[in-house]
């Protein structure tokens, strides 16, 4: 049976945060004058939908997906095209200004945002307060520590950390710091480049587990001065949580480019299945979690769809900037190959990124 709800927990997820991303691209047409023929929550065969001016409002059958067909949109053969024969070319996707046509392939990605902000905000008030954090300055080390032994000092400020993965940071807070330091797995060394009075040192230390606390341990603690409680209200909640998420995004952006330098290895990233074991560890510690969860994974949806690869938003955009650059559209021929590619790329990704997801569950 908690397998089951799961799933549903799992789709409902996913299917809030693709709604929520199509919608932005709705509202973005909408305001531009482009035509919208449909706004789904869904994908697949209709179940039903309401018909509001010239654009039909539908829910589909399978609720891990959903669209918005604008009308000169035909870049995602995921997605239906609208026929535009009595469509004037100027409520059309192509037919716009470029810099429209930009806000609007950018709208999901923004709404993907205002989700994530949203949940945050209402999650710090209702937590009551939200504990600011100071810079990343180690006040104490442990006696015969791992951090003891390899020369960490009281005082020293942490100006870069990297994992053993070579996943890195530079933190501006310790708050940041001790999220980053959460991911590792326990194999190898942590490596911190340390301002002590003015003077860079390189140093590596290697965890040591501490039973009793069940986590990675190197014996240091962090200077809580700067730190303050701030009493939330319906207000400064929104303000932040906005610095929250600027601490996410920093960790995110990390990864990201840590994958791509080849400094974090493939089995990092999560697929269906490795989404669908965090949700359903999520799920034992609270809903308070879960809705968490939902803003993290829409923060990464966002942020993965503004990259520069032609089958998401941003990629769309660098097209578009480019054929604003060279004065006028990319051929058809071209465009064609270029959004095949990139679909036959995203999907042999999803296939590897399920099998390494697979293999984790199953100890492999």
């Given at each position: ?23 932005g691209?709705?509202v ?5 004058n ?31 997906g ?23 070319y ?54 015969n ?23 890195s ?7 940041e710091?001790?999220?980053f330091l959460s991911a ?5 060394a ?9 003077t ?9 587990f ?28 929104f303000?932040y ?36 074991s ?10 308070v979690?879960?809705i968490?969860l ?6 990464n ?13 941003g ?15 990319i ?10 590619a990139s ?22």
């Amino acid at each position: 049976m908690s397998t089951i709800i799961n799933i549903l927990l799992l789709i409902l997820m996913m299917g809030l945060i693709i709604a929520i991303h199509e919608f932005g691209h709705l509202v973005a047409a909408k305001i531009f004058n482009v035509y919208v023929s449909e706004y789904s929550i869904g994908m697949g065969p209709l179940i039903c939908f309401k018909q509001y001016g010239e654009t039909k409002y539908s829910l589909r059958a399978f609720p891990l997906g959903g669209f918005c067909a604008i009308a000169g949109d035909n870049d995602n053969d995921l997605e239906p095209s609208v026929d535009t024969t009595n469509i004037p070319y100027e409520r059309t996707l192509k037919g716009i200004s470029p810099i429209k046509k930009i806000v609007v392939m950018l709208a999901g990605i923004f709404m993907n945002f205002i989700l994530a902000w949203v949940i945050f905000s209402m999650v710090i008030l209702s937590n009551g307060y939200y504990a600011t954090s100071s810079k990343p300055q180690i006040e104490a080390v442990v006696e015969n520590s791992p951090a003891e032994a390899a020369g960490i000092m009281a005082g020293d400020i942490v100006e870069k950390a990297e994992l053993p993965n070579g996943l890195s940071i530079t933190p501006d807070t310790y708050s940041e710091l001790v999220s980053f330091l959460s991911a590792y797995d326990g194999n190898g060394a942590w490596k911190f480049r340390i301002d002590r009075d003015g003077t860079k040192v390189d140093i590596e230390v290697t965890p040591e587990f501490n039973i009793e606390e069940d986590r990675y341990l190197v014996g240091i603690s962090f200077s809580n001065a700067g730190t303050e409680l701030v009493e939330m209200n319906i207000f400064n909640c929104f303000y932040y949580s906005l610095d929250y998420m600027k601490m996410l995004v920093k960790l995110m952006i990390s990864s990201i480019v840590s994958m791509f330098t080849g400094r974090l290895g493939i089995d990092n990233l999560s697929g269906p299945v490795g989404i669908y074991s965090t949700v359903a560890e999520t799920v034992n510690l609270g809903f308070v979690y879960y809705i968490q969860l939902i803003a993290i994974i829409s923060m990464n949806i966002g942020i993965m769809n503004a990259l520069p690869l032609p089958i998401f938003d941003g990629g769309r955009v660098v097209i578009t900037l480019f054929e604003v650059i060279i004065g006028k559209p990319i051929s058809k021929k071209l465009e064609s190959v270029i959004m095949t590619a990139s679909m036959v790329l995203l999907i042999l990704l999803m296939i590897v990124v399920t099998y390494n997801d697979i293999g984790k569950v199953f100890g492999g």
